[in-house]
């Protein structure tokens, strides 16, 4: 068995209302045995102008491991102070995967 790593990233574009969602697909080249994902790191902030925040959150977890494809979930989220997902953010997150493979 062997330890393996891969780091992906993603660009979520400008949006209002809420968490938003994406799904990353790490493919190795054997089987993997088992995964975790960590936020290796983020970019992300308000679209239009300046705010002061209240709650930044960000999440990897690994949703699926089909063979040598591990499928990560990647969820991110930017409230102002208002608590409220009133204004529009965007952002990049970069993930990286560890699996213990044949």
């Known amino acids: 068995m062997a330890i393996d790593f891969m780091k992906l990233s993603h660009t979520f574009p400008s949006h209002t209302g809420g968490p938003q969602s994406f799904d990353l697909t790490f493919t190795f080249p054997t089987n993997v045995h088992r995964a ?44 102002d102070s208002s608590g409220f997902f009133d204004d529009a953010y965007n952002g990049t997150v970069q993930v990286l995967t560890m699996v213990d493979r044949t």
């Open 36 to 79: 975790e994902a960590v936020v290796a790191g983020f970019e992300i902030g308000f679209s239009s102008s300046d705010h002061h925040l209240f709650r930044i959150e960000t999440e990897a977890r690994v949703r699926s491991i089909t063979f040598g494809t591990v499928v990560v979930s990647v969820t991110y989220a930017l409230r």
